[in-house]
């Protein structure tokens, strides 16, 4: 099965969502958080740098519930910049 290629934009989101982890990250290691949160310390580290831009969505859960981080609060920072939504809306048309 051959896999789509990313667009620029998934991986720009990508990048937002392993800065905001490795912030909610602190100063605990990666081993102890990624222990809590079920998964191994490979896959957070792919996570944080963007080498895994697209993680499953009940890997990002069990991250949110060990950072204490709320999954509205992961979606609202990891969204495009509003500049970026504004760019790619297309005109409506007129009834």
Known sequence: MVRTPL???ERAR???LGR???EARGDRSM???ATLAGISAETLRKIETGR?????FFTVAALAGTLGLSMDDI???CAPPESDVAARKLPVAAA
Do not use: W
């Open 14 to 16: 990508g990048e937002r």
């Open 75 to 77: 979606a609202a920072r």
């Open 31 to 33: 081993t102890h958080v």
């Open 20 to 22: 905001l982890l490795r």
């Open 7 to 9: 667009t620029p934009e």
């Open 52 to 56: 895994a831009p697209t993680p499953a």
